[in-house]
């Protein structure tokens, strides 16, 4: 077995936690309380060769004042709302066709799968959750067409971002030489008042006029940074509060960073002028980064693998045969190079230089943990096959620089990521025929 696949059982995993933790996005929108049954149904927006009904626009309006329920008033007026969630049911749809005609599927096991992790994350079971989606309106054929095709979008952009982000280690060094990747992060929030291309001095005067109305409420104390987000942003993240998530100082733009360097947690900048138009930000919270080791371990390994060729039992005769022998004496790197499916460390014996706890997954990580230095493990089972582990030896590893690395690779990354898929999506938008219907 190669290490991909001694990998694959944790990438599965954790992927399938990500997933779940990570509320889908179509499905949150969409699974609100249904819309009016009397109402007429009439179609709001034309996407391509698609449609987005009145029905659907007032069950996504319905969910995310359900989401605000006693908090009614921080959010923007009706025809703000509807327009912000039309826009993000557009690019929803947009994204999905563009999955669809590139090849992106996700079949009916790795979907269930995923429902499986959401009703767990939510303390259920999947005939619970169904109950209760179908209890507030929506169809649960309807839900699972939502997860799929957010489970879609995330496999288109996880495609987009591979395909056109690359990071060098030389990238890396540059970055780390001109850059303390040890700072402080800054968990931060932004309110932006847009303003068009070519914006005329009057837009200009009302944008500003407006902004400073919005700072000047929140001064008074009538209104949240968050609430005043929620309510009055133009940005794509206004239903989220603005929420950038967590920058380190370097990731800050320079005008910004000064800025925030000055001000508390829960304070805001005065409004400033960029490129997009009129923005405030945020500092939300503080925390500090600093040095850090891990204990890694080294260890031998061998995997009879479970496969169409060699079933349940046969495998499980087998590795009980091997360890025995190991047992009794004989030598672990020869039984290992004739014996063992893992083609990662079959040809060094088995051997499995150092590696942290969570490398391989954590069937493996508890065996290894529970062991002693030179102690054969018992065999256990794992989605490849059954394994035994011989602990060798541990350490203390300081991993600071590594980390320093792994975080400049971050900030490389996730700068690029948005970047280019901001960049992607304006040019799927900008490429498809899109008429908006609102107001009609």
């Not at 979008?153 to 990747?181: G, K, T």
């Not at 902004?211 to 409420?217: E, R, V």
């Not at 009055?232 to 239903?239: C, I, P, Q, V």
């Not at 091997?322 to 893992?342: T, Y």
Request: net charge negative.
């Amino acid at each position: 077995m190669s290490k991909t696949s001694l990998l694959q059982p944790a990438f599965t995993g954790l992927l399938a936690a990500a997933l779940a933790l990570a509320a889908p996005a179509r499905a949150q929108l969409l699974a609100g309380p249904g819309a009016n049954s009397g109402s007429v149904d009439s179609i709001v927006a034309v996407v391509d060769e698609d449609v987005i009904l009145k029905s659907e626009l007032d069950r996504a309006v319905a969910n995310v004042r359900n989401q605000y329920q006693g908090r009614e008033a921080q959010l923007p007026p009706e025809n703000v709302l509807q327009r912000q969630v039309l826009d993000r049911l557009v690019l929803m749809r947009l994204q999905v066709a563009r999955a669809e005609n590139t090849g992106i599927r996700i079949g009916d096991t790795e979907l269930n799968q995923t429902l499986q992790s959401i009703a767990g994350q939510s303390g259920v079971s999947i005939e619970q959750m169904r109950a209760q989606i179908e209890g507030g309106g929506l169809s649960f054929d309807d839900y699972r067409r939502s997860v799929r095709e957010e489970l879609q979008m995330r496999r288109l952009q996880q495609r987009v971002v591979q395909s056109r982000v690359v990071i060098s280690e030389s990238e890396i060094d540059q970055f780390l030489a001109l850059r303390n990747v040890d700072s402080t992060e800054f968990q931060l929030a932004n309110l932006l008042v847009a303003l068009p291309d070519g914006a005329t001095p009057e837009q200009v005067a009302t944008a500003e006029q407006k902004i400073n109305g919005i700072k000047a409420l929140m001064d008074r104390g009538e209104i949240d940074f968050r609430a005043a987000a929620i309510r009055y942003s133009d940005d794509r993240n206004a239903l989220e509060g603005g929420d950038l998530g967590w920058r380190e100082a370097n990731s800050i733009p320079p005008r910004f960073a000064e800025l925030i360097q000055g001000l508390q947690p829960g304070q805001y900048t005065a409004p400033v002028r960029g490129p997009s138009g009129f923005q405030m930000v945020q500092l939300v919270n503080v925390r500090q980064s600093g040095p850090q080791t891990v204990t890694e371990y080294q260890a031998d390994h061998l995997l009879v693998a479970v496969n169409d060729v060699v079933g349940e039992e046969a495998a499980r005769r087998k590795i009980d045969e091997l360890r025995a022998r190991i047992e009794s004496g004989d030598d672990f790197a020869k039984i290992a190079r004739e014996n063992s499916d893992d083609t990662f460390s079959r040809n060094r014996g088995g051997r499995l230089d150092w590696f942290s706890g969570e490398t391989f997954g954590p069937a493996v990580t508890q065996q290894v943990q529970a062991l002693q230095d030179g102690q054969l493990s018992a065999v256990f089972r794992t989605e490849a096959g059954w394994h035994v582990v011989r602990r060798i030896a541990t350490r203390q590893q300081d991993v600071t620089d590594e980390n320093r690395r792994q975080r400049a690779r971050q900030q490389i990354g996730e700068r690029k990521a948005q970047d280019e898929f901001e960049r992607f999506l304006r040019q799927l938008r900008a490429d498809a025929y899109v008429e908006s219907r609102l107001g009609a």
